[in-house]
């Protein structure tokens, strides 16, 4: 993962987190990391080229002892589902934790819970037992519209199936979380810084050229990057990926996950990966293995980039 | 703002959606069509029935009249007060008419209503109905020399043909009685030949025979009308006019070229009996001749083919409503006129205070109430048919629901996006909401414009399919009136639209509230 991104000796992400709404990079991840951002002092250059342009500058290592910072952690998680008469349980005493700036992979079989997992820490769900904390604030059991404003301010989802609006053109659907999080006002009064940010992100992922393409005339992998600047317009503090390349082709995969690496480089952006495939799960700081909704491992990964920072075992 | 978009998107790439388009579409512009038809024809209706009426009739309830009418015209002027127009005094009486078509009488059965020429004017349109210009212009019993409309001057166009009319007046009637003069004189010539013939075979015993003819039997009506012609010359004289309502007088067809005409058994110039009873208990009969002087066409058919106007005086005169001794005249009737906007029902039951049905053998009656079956059988025509109309858009609200059910299970996936994305439950529901908004206000609006051209142009397009089916679709013979009358009521419309959106938006908010309640998960998990 390393190798291909050391292709590309100019292009910085810019501003992911410097939205209109947030004009400042997030305190949190700015002092919980001692990640440097090489975002406005670098040439931005548009490539003519297709697909992501990202230079992957090596992550500064980490000082030994000093762990990042939890921004999310679970504890005693449980939830299983009725299917007429017969209860299943999906996920048992799931405690586990995410450190900010890392990629945390959840990898299982299929069937062991991942996604069930993955949609309670993005509040699409409520677990039947146990917390789920977010910067140290219990998220599983805000109202309603509390989580749906967590989900579109501070949370970014990408999906296997990419979950694109089919009506709308790339550039809509990139703006789609805009158009939910402001009222019609806003979002008119807004519309230029929008528009630019949503173009510059589509840019970032090597699809300037397909703003006003519907779904279903991009490709696979297309998508997943539409989806991918999508996740980013409204500057989530954690993005949570559900199988992010298993719908996709080993290489489109891999540019995929490239996409993921740099951002979580050179943004610092927090990344919780669900893959039931074990290779790409290995190439995250962070592994949580679940065994038939039980975390059987969990820990950093042997041979990752961070390779000093203790994982603390769940 | 994404609200906005989707049910936009949906509406122009959900083609499904289309069908209950045209459904509210077409069920708006039926119901504007129809009220605007059924408005105009009620209101052609409500015109001519109250340009017959006055506003207030204070009837007799017996033939005999009432005698003391003129007292009782005061006291009905110190309470209507200013509101008062005007008043006229009317004889209203049930006959029977009968005129000579190729010698056979013809009778009818009428209503016969004895008119103050001076001051019938006041209190109804009466004379606006009436086929000779100048007795439009001034109510007249006279006969006119000729001058007659030979067409429907009202409806402004040539439809109805009536060339009779040409010379009808007293140039017919001349005409007539010369024919008739020499029919008669024939008829006379063919009875003596064949009561003498010996006379005519013999030129030389004339003289003798005419010595003879007093021992003939003498024929009473010969005797009769001889001695009627001595003192009255149809040539120059007339009877008291009658003005027929024209049904009773004419028949309607199509002429051999198709056109509408009017055939008429007897015209202005005719006499004609009119038998009726007289005053007095018990009531006697009796028989008055007439000369027509006008048709009176107010294409109500009730009144056109039973009203027949003669003077009142002669009416009162032949019923023996004239008190030998006073001098006074009785009347069954008294027809009130009131300045416009003043309210007829408590005008009305001022009067009935005044005079009760207990004490008064009078029945006071406002005009509405006078034609009260009919016009509460066209309300309720009117409320069937909007209600049956209605239930066109409602059935299209039912297309609407079940669209709207297909698409948010075809959406299921996009609602778990929007909601993955941060969208509120309420948010999702707007865009159904507003989708079934857009669906109603298209239909209707799109229904609104149709509905209201086709109204526009209800005229062409009914000679278009009379042209294109070969069947006359509204068949002036029927309806007397020679275009579809139509008044579109803006309220009417608006209620119509109103309503279509409304139908439309209430079939889209339970598919909206089940896309609202629609869980996450299980939306994504959707395939």
């Known amino acids: 993962m390393k190798e291909c991104c050391e292709a590309e000796p100019y292009k910085l992400l810019l501003h992911l987190q410097l939205s209109p709404e947030n004009p400042q990079p997030s305190t949190?991840?700015?002092?919980?990391?001692?990640?440097?951002?090489?975002?406005?002092?670098?040439p931005h250059h548009h490539s003519k080229q297709n697909g992501p342009h990202f230079r992957i500058a090596p992550k500064p290592a980490q000082a030994v002892g000093s762990a990042p910072p939890i921004i999310m952690s679970t504890s005693g998680l449980k939830k299983s589902y009725r299917k007429a008469q017969v209860t299943i349980p999906v996920l048992r005493d799931v405690?586990?934790?995410?450190?900010?700036?890392?990629?945390?992979?959840?990898?299982?079989?299929?069937?062991?819970g991942k996604t069930t997992l993955l949609h309670l820490l993005a509040t699409l769900d409520s677990p039947d037992q146990g917390?789920?904390?977010?910067?140290?604030?219990?998220?599983?059991?805000?109202?309603?519209?509390?989580?749906d404003r967590l989900r579109n301010e501070t949370l970014g989802m990408i999906f296997q199936f990419y979950h694109l609006l089919p009506e709308l053109t790339t550039l809509e659907n990139v703006l789609t979380p805009v158009m939910i999080g402001q009222s019609v006002m806003k979002y008119w009064k807004n519309w230029r810084v929008n528009l630019e940010r949503a173009k510059t992100l589509l840019d970032l992922v090597g699809l300037s050229h397909r703003l006003e393409h519907k779904p279903r005339e991009l490709s696979g992998g297309e998508m997943q990057r539409a989806a991918i600047a999508r996740s980013l317009i409204r500057s989530p503090q954690l993005l949570l990926a559900d199988e992010p390349t298993g719908n996709l082709d080993r290489q489109?995969?891999?540019?995929?996950?490239?996409?993921?690496?740099?951002?979580?480089?050179?943004?610092?952006?927090?990344?919780?990966?669900?893959?039931?495939?074990?290779?790409?799960?290995?190439?995250?700081?962070?592994?949580?293995?679940?065994?038939?909704?039980?975390?059987e491992e969990a820990g950093t990964v042997a041979g990752s980039r961070q390779p000093d920072v203790v994982a603390k075992s769940e | 703002m994404y609200k906005l978009i989707l049910s936009w998107r949906y509406l122009r790439t959900r083609y499904i959606a289309l069908a209950s388009i045209i459904s509210v579409t077409l069920g708006v512009a039926t119901m504007i069509v129809v009220n605007s038809v059924m408005a105009g024809f009620s209101h052609e209706m409500h015109q001519r029935l109250h340009g017959i009426l006055s506003d207030l009739v204070i009837e007799s309830m017996g033939l005999d009249g009432i005698y003391d009418h003129e007292i009782l015209q005061a006291e009905v002027r110190d309470i209507l007060g200013d509101e008062l127009k005007g008043l006229t005094t009317v004889v209203h009486i049930p006959a029977m008419l009968s005129y000579k078509v190729r010698g056979e009488y013809v009778p009818h059965q009428i209503n016969l209503i004895g008119v103050d020429a001076k001051t019938h004017a006041e209190?109804?349109?009466?004379?606006?109905?009436?086929?000779?210009?100048?007795?439009?212009?001034?109510?007249?019993?006279?006969?006119?020399?000729?001058?007659?409309?030979?067409?429907?001057?009202e409806s402004g166009r040539e439809v109805a043909r009536r060339p009779q009319l040409k010379d009808a007046g007293w140039v017919y009637r001349r005409h007539r009685a010369v024919h008739e003069r020499h029919q008669k004189q024939s008829q006379q010539t063919r009875q003596s030949e064949s009561q003498n013939p010996a006379l005519f075979e013999n030129p030389e015993r004339h003289e003798t025979s005419s010595d003879t003819t007093a021992d003939i039997p003498e024929n009473p009506y010969l005797a009769?009308?001889?001695?009627?012609?001595?003192?009255?010359?149809?040539?120059?004289?007339?009877?008291?006019?009658?003005?027929?309502?024209?049904?009773?007088?004419?028949?309607?067809?199509?002429?051999?070229?198709?056109?509408?005409?009017?055939?008429?058994?007897?015209?202005?110039g005719d006499d004609?009996?009119?038998?009726?009873?007289?005053?007095?208990?018990?009531?006697?009969?009796?028989?008055?001749?007439?000369?027509?002087?006008?048709?009176?066409?107010?294409?109500?058919?009730?009144?056109?083919?039973?009203?027949?106007?003669v003077p009142l005086h002669q009416l009162q005169k032949l019923r023996g409503m004239i008190d030998p001794a006073t001098g006074l005249a009785a009347v069954t009737s008294i027809q009130i006129k009131l300045h416009e906007g003043t309210n007829l029902q408590a005008a009305c039951e001022r009067l009935r205070k005044r005079f009760p049905a207990r004490e008064f053998p009078y029945r006071i009656r406002t005009w509405q109430e006078m034609q009260g079956p009919l016009l509460a059988a066209v309300r309720m025509e009117t409320v069937i048919l909007n209600l049956l109309l209605f239930m066109i858009i409602a059935v299209a609200g039912f297309g609407i629901l079940a669209t709207f059910f297909m698409i948010v299970v075809e959406k299921t996936r996009d609602i778990g996006i929007l909601k993955s994305l941060g969208a509120p439950g309420r948010g999702v529901m707007s865009i159904f909401l507003s989708y079934g908004l857009s669906l109603g206000a298209v239909g209707s609006g799109v229904g609104m414009v149709l509905g209201l051209l086709f109204v526009h142009f209800i005229n062409q397009i009914a000679t278009g399919l009379e042209w294109v089916?070969?069947?006359?679709?509204?068949?002036?013979?029927?309806?007397?009136?020679?275009?579809?009358?139509?008044?579109?009521n803006p309220w009417t419309v608006s209620w119509i639209v109103a309503g279509a959106v409304a139908i439309a938006m209430t079939a889209s908010v339970m598919p909206a509230l089940r896309a609202a309640k629609l869980h996450p998960v299980e939306a994504l998990r959707y395939e």
């Open chain 2, 469 to 488: 089916s070969g069947r006359e679709v509204f068949d002036p013979t029927v309806y007397y009136f020679q275009e579809i009358p139509t008044i579109i």
């Open chain 2, 123 to 153: 209190v109804s349109d009466f004379s606006r109905f009436l086929l000779h210009p100048k007795n439009r212009q001034k109510l007249s019993f006279a006969l006119h020399e000729n001058g007659y409309d030979t067409h429907d001057v």
């Open chain 1, 95 to 112: 405690d586990f934790s995410v450190s900010a700036g890392q990629i945390t992979a959840i990898a299982g079989q299929s069937g062991s």
């Open chain 2, 224 to 268: 009769a009308s001889t001695t009627e012609e001595s003192f009255f010359d149809p040539l120059k004289e007339q009877h008291a006019g009658v003005i027929l309502g024209i049904s009773i007088a004419s028949v309607r067809h199509r002429s051999t070229q198709g056109q509408v005409e009017d055939y008429f058994l007897c015209l202005p």
């Open chain 1, 131 to 147: 917390e789920i904390h977010l910067h140290g604030k219990r998220i599983d059991n805000l109202p309603t519209q509390a989580r």
């Open chain 1, 28 to 42: 949190e991840m700015q002092t919980s990391n001692a990640v440097t951002h090489h975002t406005t002092n670098q």
């Open chain 2, 272 to 309: 004609v009996n009119i038998s009726f009873p007289t005053a007095g208990t018990p009531p006697d009969f009796g028989t008055g001749q007439f000369t027509v002087v006008d048709f009176y066409e107010s294409k109500m058919n009730e009144y056109d083919s039973t009203f027949a106007f």
């Open chain 1, 252 to 295: 489109t995969g891999n540019e995929i996950l490239d996409i993921l690496r740099t951002l979580n480089e050179q943004e610092n952006l927090t990344i919780v990966m669900v893959t039931h495939d074990l290779e790409i799960a290995r190439q995250a700081d962070r592994l949580v293995q679940l065994v038939e909704g039980r975390v």
